[in-house]
């Protein structure tokens, strides 16, 4: 095996998957700054979720948004809902781990807030609960998902944001949720600071 060609072919491959995103990806993410931007400056919040590593990516985003991306500038409301060990397992042994985020939303989430619910198949259990959740408290979705949006691409409503990656492979999408996370990320300051 010629584990250098190995790991050249994933760079490859992550390098393409993102460059074939651009075309159909660059508007929705664009609208999605501006989405999170509104909520942001209206003195809303941004709540989080996902599994695994869209977990990781909700906790990542939080923390870009509470602390800084790159540039100095003050706090920004965002809540990943993954980081509560005890609401996690209380939640998942007294109702079960398909309520472990929509009791979150349902306690935490107001009119005016968004939810950005991450899966990479669109097809995990309690990110459609807390989608849900998030519907009946009138809060807009920003959905990242992959291998054409499952169930969750199907329950968006009209103003809801759908970033669906084009790729089937896990790993592609989440490298390329991360770099979506990125652009939400700079676009939110660039509109907040004023940077061209």
Known sequence: MDLIARVAQHFEDSAQTKLNAVDAMSAPIAAAIETMTAC??????????GNGGSAADAQHFAAELVGRFEAERQELAAIALTTDSSILTAVGNDYGFAHVFSRQVRALGHAGDVLLAISTSGNSGNVIEAIKAAHEHDMRIIALTGKGGGEIGEML???DIHLCVP??????????????IHCLCDGID????GVE
């Not at 942001?40 to 979720?49: E, F, P, Q, R, V």
């Not at 790729?167 to 979506?180: G, S, V």
């Not at 660039?190 to 600071?193: E, G, K, R």
């Open 190 to 193: 660039a509109l907040l600071l």
């Open 157 to 159: 409503r009209d103003d």
């Open 40 to 49: 942001l400056l209206n003195g809303s919040k941004i709540l989080a979720c």
């Open 167 to 180: 790729a089937d492979r896990t790993a592609r999408i989440q490298e390329t949720h991360l770099l979506i």
